[in-house]
């Protein structure tokens, strides 16, 4: 399957007033190769384990793969994870006809805010709601198996 979307910073908290589902989420990676990540996530009772390929030049699309699998097993695997577990809460928006997934990012990567936007074309046109800030697709920086290994708190300042 393919996945289409586009991520930008957030500049405000206001989208937490528009909020309607909020979920804990702890995930590692087991594979940080540049043309496939393979990644283990819990996200409040459930997890997931999730193969990425390498994204187009854009950065909008790439193919994805995920299964479901118990918390027992994916708490099993972050163990065996590379170094840099991410931690961050969920907070899920609809905004019209799309649901913008918000990440508030914890420990290395405290005080980064980034929001997602799953699209079924990569020149859909969305509504930008006023927290959305500067649009960050393909900026590898970003990628959460990139967090994982140079954390925000390392770099934010050096914009």
């Given at each position: 399957m393919i996945e289409i979307e586009r991520k930008f910073l957030v500049n405000s908290e206001e989208y937490k007033k528009e909020t309607y589902s909020q979920t804990r989420i702890v995930q590692g990676f087991l594979n940080t190769h540049?043309?496939?990540t393979v990644r283990i996530r819990i996200k409040g009772d459930k997890?997931?384990?999730t193969v990425k390929g390498i994204s187009n030049e854009a950065?909008?699309?790439r193919f994805e793969w995920e299964r479901e699998i118990s918390v027992k097993e994916a708490e099993t695997l972050i163990p065996l994870c590379e170094e840099g577990i991410i931690?961050?809460?969920r907070y899920e928006v609809q905004v019209k006809n799309h649901i913008f997934e918000i990440d508030e990012f914890l420990g290395n990567n405290?005080?980064?805010v980034v929001a997602e936007v799953e699209l079924n074309e990569e020149d859909e046109t969305f509504l930008h709601p006023g927290w959305?800030?500067?649009e960050v697709t393909g900026d590898i920086r970003y990628y959460n198996s990139q967090l994982s290994k140079q954390p925000y708190t390392q770099w934010k300042n050096k914009d």
């Open positions: 540049p043309e496939r997890a997931f384990l950065g909008t699309s931690e961050k809460v405290v005080g980064l959305l800030g500067k």
